[in-house]
């Protein structure tokens, strides 16, 4: 629940891209401090509560009128570009797709979308508020077929209004964009020479001689990049998708890396692997129909992405291990799932998804 390194390039020194993906948790925010900067900014007060980040500090508000929402203090070096364009983005949905079950921007006192704290201990932070949406993480339930097929649709649904916006803001590279795992050498090159190591260089340099070429020929548009299992609510009875939260990692990519991102959270831990990401690309499938490029590409970025949760985590953690159990929680299974995934001919792997993409998926 909160937007992962944002990449400007303000501050830096040497690549951008690589100076500010080193950003150390920002020193802890006290709650008496948060509460003020809230009722100054927004107007609102309440019980602080505080909520899971890796960069951001976040907070779900409870009013003494039983109201909840979400406050987010962004870390100190975010370009407040990326925090705007963020709020914008959700502003657009709101009004565009008011049906898409988004967070809804709380204005200001002044009736801005956010903040920068003037004074006192969080002076210069930047803040924003939005709405809590109720429902179970994705993450908590136990899916069925026709769950995941309504994820592929939801996450198709918020892509065609997604495509509907542009900023310079969201193309700047963004560290967890597919296209840009050429640019994740130098994180493996600083990690423990193991096995593993081995192995995740070698996936790499795979996608760069086979699968980058290719994928920069597919389309692009605004996607939403990490509709994982701790970024989606359930509702109460399973069967459907109440509340898409997290848009810190929106950027321009090739559209058929949202739903490979979305499709990995998906590998099972049981026989069938890939029959939960089938299905789920099967609903996005019948919603936005895939080109046979991209439904080709697909296997190859299921497998990029998994590698590239593995090599960032592996890293950071390493970097910083005050907050390793958090970054680290999901990473024991993406090994899983990644050696799973290599015991599987990439032929196998192609077919099963073809079959979930009827009618034919053509380039025409």
């Not at 890396?257 to 831990?269: K, T």
């Not at 299905?279 to 299921?302: F, K």
């Not at 497998?303 to 024991?332: C, D, G, K």
């Amino acid at each position: 629940m909160t937007s992962r390194e944002a990449i400007s390039g303000c501050d830096g020194s040497g690549d951008p891209f690589l100076d500010l993906i080193r950003l150390t948790p920002s020193a802890a925010i006290a709650e008496a401090d948060a509460a003020e900067s809230v009722r100054a900014a927004f107007g609102l007060s309440g019980a602080l509560e505080r909520l899971p980040g890796e960069a951001d500090h976040n907070f779900l508000l409870k009013t003494s009128a039983g109201r909840r929402y979400v406050v987010k203090f962004a870390h100190l070096r975010v370009d407040p570009r990326v925090v705007s364009v963020q709020t914008q983005v959700l502003r657009h949905l709101e009004s565009s797709a008011p049906e898409l079950p988004v967070p809804h921007i709380v204005p200001t006192v002044n009736g801005k979308p956010w903040a920068m704290v003037g004074n006192g201990p969080l002076r210069g932070r930047i803040v924003h508020v939005t709405t809590y949406l109720d429902g179970q993480l994705l993450s908590s339930v136990r899916t069925s077929p026709a769950l995941r097929y309504r994820l592929g649709v939801t996450l198709a649904s918020l892509g065609r209004t997604l495509r509907e916006f542009d900023d310079a803001v969201v193309r700047r590279p963004l560290l967890w964009d597919i296209a840009e795992m050429p640019r994740l050498r130098p994180l493996i090159a600083e990690l423990p020479r193991s096995a593993g190591t081995s192995l995740l260089d070698e996936q790499l340099g795979r996608f760069i001689t086979r699968v980058a070429p290719r994928l920069a020929a597919q389309r692009t548009q605004l996607v939403h990049n990490d509709f994982s299992p701790d970024n989606v609510l359930i509702s109460t009875d399973l069967s459907r998708v109440c509340g898409i939260i997290d848009f810190g990692d929106i950027t321009v990519t090739a559209l058929v890396n949202d739903i490979a991102i979305a499709a990995g959270y998906q590998l099972s831990d049981q026989a069938d692997l890939l029959g939960p990401a089938v299905d789920m690309i099967g609903g996005y499938h019948a919603t936005t129909p895939l080109s046979a490029s991209e439904v080709d590409l697909l296997p190859e970025l299921i497998l990029a992405r998994v590698v590239a949760r593995i090599v960032i985590s592996e890293w950071r953690a390493a970097r910083f291990p005050e907050n390793r159990a958090y970054i680290m929680r999901n990473t024991a299974r993406a090994w899983e799932h990644l050696n799973r995934l290599l015991d599987i001919p990439t032929y196998e792997v192609a077919a099963r998804i073809r079959s979930a993409c009827r009618p034919e998926a053509t380039d025409a």
